[in-house]
């Protein structure tokens, strides 16, 4: 949706959102994204969702000031620690795969449109190859030191990130571990949650709960709200039929339960658990709507996303993201294909 109040409403949301979360303060020399709820540390989670909005919203100093935060705080397998205090102390060095990927991405886009950055993308993409992929099922584990089959989080699969980083490096691996995402996804939805599209915050290789998840409940929770999210970037920028489908059964669940009714928890078979109303759970699934056929759907959807303003770190963050792509300012980075100049 490209109007020019959808664009007001996104920039008035970005700048609100800066004030609130971005900060200097313990960042050593560059900026960070501050979690207030969490005594004002920093995770590398925000600082990707700051670097993606930043990139795509053409603030170069804001996303090169993050970007030399997360270099501050990079592992010895190159990714980004997982936590960092609010003084700069890293609380826990391994890295969470979601926010690896969503930095690579940003760094893609930021080098189609500035230049620069694509040596620095193409050393993380490996990276996150190397130690985020388990061997042999190209499943996407959730951390560079743990997981795989035995539990992995389908809000982290990004099947059209992995067509982007395949055409980018020429690693047709990618191609791979985009087609055992979905097998998963697949599984899932044919033993739980077929006609709801719903996806579980934590779950096993064979689609079942997994016992060594952080979070044993096998529902839609506060990390599976972001499933629509990923897959319309994939239906929308590829047309990819699996992602369409999966999001066809999400849209009709999302329309029966109606925007201003969505709660922040469902089991997969679409009985509400939570008791909350938020950005968190309406916007990525406004995003999904992006997809539907039903214009009345998803209108409502965008206004009710409009609305939920000041919601805390992780519910604003989600919101501002899912209005950057249902705006339609979220396209796909115009890349060169393998071998041609595109080192930045």
């Not at 935060?69 to 003084?87: D, P, Q, T, V």
């Not at 395949?166 to 690693?171: F, L, N, P, V, W």
């Amino acid at each position: 949706m490209r109007d020019a109040a959808a664009d007001e409403e996104l920039l008035r949301s970005y700048l609100a959102w800066k004030r609130r979360y971005l900060t200097r303060s313990g960042a050593g020399g560059s900026v960070r994204v501050r979690m207030p709820d969490e005594g004002n540390k920093s995770s590398s989670e925000g600082v990707a969702y700051g670097m993606l909005l930043s990139a795509y919203l053409d603030d170069r100093p804001t996303f090169d000031g993050l970007w030399a935060y997360a270099r501050l705080h990079r592992n010895a397998r190159g990714l980004m620690a997982w936590e960092i205090s609010r003084s700069g102390e890293v609380l826990d060095e391994n890295a969470a795969t979601d926010a690896d990927q969503d930095v690579a991405f940003a760094l893609l886009v930021a080098d189609a449109k500035w230049g620069g950055y694509g040596g620095d993308a193409r050393a993380l993409i490996g990276a996150l190859l190397e130690h985020t992929v388990e061997d042999r099922t190209f499943l996407l584990k959730p951390g560079d030191v743990w997981g795989g089959s035995e539990v992995t989080n389908p809000s982290y699969f990004a099947p059209a990130y992995y067509r982007v980083f395949a055409r980018y490096t020429g690693d047709a691996r990618w191609q791979s571990v985009l087609d055992a995402s979905y097998q998963m996804l697949d599984r899932v939805a044919e033993k739980h949650g077929v006609k709801t599209g719903l996806q579980p915050d934590w779950a096993s290789a064979s689609g079942d709960s997994a016992a060594a998840a952080p979070d044993p409940g096998f529902h839609y929770g506060y990390n599976a709200t972001r499933v629509p999210w990923r897959l319309a970037k994939d239906a929308a920028w590829n047309c990819e039929p699996r992602a369409r489908r999966h999001l066809a059964r999400l849209n009709a669940f999302f329309r029966e339960v109606g925007a201003e009714n969505i709660r922040d928890g469902y089991t997969l078979r679409g009985s509400p658990i939570g008791r909350w109303h938020n950005a968190s759970f309406v916007a990525p699934a406004a995003a999904g709507a992006v997809v539907s056929s039903d214009s009345a759907f998803f209108r409502s959807m965008w206004e009710e996303t409009v609305k939920l303003r000041e919601g805390g770190y992780y519910s604003d963050s989600l919101r501002l993201l899912a209005l950057l792509f249902a705006s339609g300012r979220m396209p796909p980075p115009p890349l060169p294909r393998h071998g041609e100049d595109g080192n930045g």
